[in-house]
Structures are given as structure tokens and as C-alpha cells.
């Protein structure tokens, strides 16, 4: 397994959840880590991600001001915490790595080539 996220559950609106990403066989100095949902009837859809060589983060625009990646070096970890949970943040979360995610492709699914498993996030109102 490359990649193991965990950290998914049921949560009431305006709640908080931390996601973890974890890996124990890729270069994690040298990976992009990006986070997907995908909600039931929908499109996998990008939300968040960090290039370990740059250190820099990109939000999806409805995510930002709410959810924060960070990362773990020693724990080769990457974290999702998400702040004032929405019923429409509702959906399984992945999470996934590659070596070569030019800073411009990192909202494309497709430019990742290690994913995780999945793990669900579940907002009640």
C-alpha cells in the first residue's frame, strides 16, 4: 500500500475533522500530495494540495478559509484538518502523491499516480 488515509467519520455541521495521509514507500521530499472528494452522483473533485519540494499549498475555492493541509516530515504524513463542516463537504475523501505534478496540474486528478483508499466524511445538518 503506498498511500493510507484515515481520519473520516460523521461530524454535525460547523464541526471538525483531521484526515491523515501516510506513506511508508514514496520519497515524501520529493512527492505532490493532493486531496479528492467525490460525493455520491459526482465527479471526484479536487480540494487541496501541498508540493513537498516548493512547500507551497493550493485550496479549491470553497474549501479555502475552512480546511488547511500541512505536513509531518518525520511521520511522512500529510494532514487535511477541516474546520466548520458543511453538508455539502458530505463525500469520501482521498487522498493522492506523485512525483511529477507540475505546480499548474496539481487540481487534475489524473497527474497522481498513487492514491489512497478512501475514507468518509459524513456532515449532518
Known amino acids: 500500500v503506498q498511500l493510507q488515509a484515515s481520519g473520516g467519520g460523521l461530524v454535525q455541521a460547523g464541526g471538525s475533522l483531521r484526515l491523515a495521509c501516510t506513506t511508508s514507500?514514496?520519497?515524501?521530499?520529493?512527492?505532490?500530495v493532493g486531496w479528492f472528494r467525490q460525493a455520491p452522483g459526482k465527479e471526484r473533485e479536487f480540494v487541496t494540495a501541498?508540493?513537498?519540494?516548493?512547500?507551497?499549498?493550493y485550496y479549491d475555492d470553497s474549501v479555502k478559509g475552512r480546511f488547511a493541509i500541512s505536513k509531518d516530515s518525520a511521520k511522512n504524513t500529510v494532514y487535511l484538518q477541516m474546520n466548520s463542516l458543511q453538508p455539502d463537504d458530505t463525500a469520501v475523501y482521498y487522498c493522492?502523491?506523485?512525483?511529477?505534478?507540475?505546480?499548474?496540474?496539481?487540481?487534475?486528478?489524473?497527474?497522481?499516480?498513487?492514491w489512497g483508499q478512501g475514507t468518509e466524511v459524513t456532515v449532518s445538518s
Open positions: 514507500t514514496l520519497t515524501f521530499s520529493s512527492i505532490s
Open positions: 501541498i508540493r513537498m519540494i516548493e512547500d507551497k499549498r
Open positions: 493522492a502523491a506523485g512525483y511529477s505534478v507540475h505546480q499548474i496540474f496539481v487540481r487534475q486528478s489524473k497527474r497522481y499516480d498513487y
